[in-house]
């Protein structure tokens, strides 16, 4: 005969059974150390949605998310061992040329959309021919965003010279510079320029995807040693991050939602965003062949290598194309 009190002692330990089941997954999971080389990149965003919405959980990763101040800080947290894996600008990839223990590892966004020459409200230029002999700022040199300026000229028939650039450092030296009037524009975050359209402080001129509108802008990489003595974390990020991006392209309201807190900006605003970039977002990390040339090509033109890499030199294929 089994008593009241036996079957609540059975219903017990049911249920700390239960839960000691249920908590076996998340003990089991591996801890990864993601980085991303700034905290104003949308393209980055996969890596806080993934996390949310429990993405890298379903593929066994409890990811860490640090946001460095920059693609520099971002390569020496990888060397330093600080981080394992992350996203942050293609021209990084040329650091692996020059000895770096860091490997590009998948493509991440395409066409540079997630950039805008950004003027205020109150600039004499009001279309992009008005840019010729202008004076735009970027934060370095070297930089992705001072090549961009570079390509926008070149791009309109000017030639490199044919708009003037300018490293001033920080995004808010940056703002500060342009709404001072200090120089006539600013390479920068699209969604900063959608953001100080909203308090028409500035507007954005043009967007920069047409210029390189094969080119990988953003790039996932990680340690060489990771890659070669744990490739099967690799590949589970990979897959996280990749079915992440379908998440996102299958639910703006929610990416929306995501992108407003991680920025502090309004949604509406991110709306905006996400309409100029979810197209940009590669599904797999596949390298297209021509972007790849104009990549190496860029290496050059903003002397950073003599001349161009091979392709193995800068990045591998092993885990391309990831499929979730």
Not at 52 to 76: C, M, P
Not at 108 to 122: C, E, N, Q, S
Not at 216 to 239: G, I, N
Request: charged letters at 20%.
């Amino acid at each position: 005969m089994v008593t009241c009190r036996g079957l609540v002692f059975a219903a017990g330990f049911a249920a700390v059974l239960g839960a000691m089941f249920a908590a076996a997954p998340a003990d089991a999971m591996e801890k990864l150390r993601a980085g991303k080389a700034t905290g104003e990149t949308w393209g980055y965003l996969p890596l806080d949605v993934g996390v949310a919405e429990g993405i890298f959980a379903k593929y066994g990763l409890d990811v860490d998310v640090t946001v460095l101040s920059g693609g520099a800080r971002f390569q020496q947290a990888l060397v330093s061992d600080s981080i394992d894996i992350g996203v942050s600008g293609s021209i990084a990839m040329a650091q692996t040329v020059k000895g770096s223990p860091v490997i590009a590892i998948a493509a991440t966004v395409g066409a540079p959309r997630g950039f805008a020459v950004i003027v205020t409200t109150d600039s004499p230029i009001k279309t992009i021919g008005d840019l010729k002999g202008k004076t735009i700022s970027f934060a370095t040199n070297g930089s992705l965003p001072d090549w961009l300026v570079r390509q926008l000229a070149i791009g309109e028939g000017w030639g490199q010279g044919g708009i003037k650039g300018v490293a001033l450092g920080s995004v808010e030296a940056n703002t500060s510079a342009v709404l001072a009037h200090q120089v006539d524009g600013m390479m920068t975050a699209t969604e900063l320029g959608l953001q100080l359209e909203e308090e028409k402080r500035a507007r954005v001129v043009t967007d920069m995807g047409k210029y390189a509108a094969n080119m990988a802008t953003q790039v996932a990489y990680a340690r060489q040693p990771l890659v070669k003595d744990r490739p099967a974390l690799v590949e589970q990020f990979l897959k996280g991050w990749f079915a992440t991006i379908a998440y996102m392209k299958a639910n703006k309201d929610k990416t929306v939602e995501i992108s407003a807190h991680v920025f502090n900006r309004s949604p509406a605003v991110m709306a905006k965003a996400y309409d100029f970039e979810i197209t940009t977002m590669s599904d797999d990390g596949a390298f297209d062949a021509g972007g790849l040339e104009v990549l190496k090509n860029s290496f050059v033109d903003l002397g950073i290598l003599p001349q161009k890499p091979s392709d193995d030199q800068i990045l591998t294929r092993q885990f391309i194309p990831a499929r979730p």
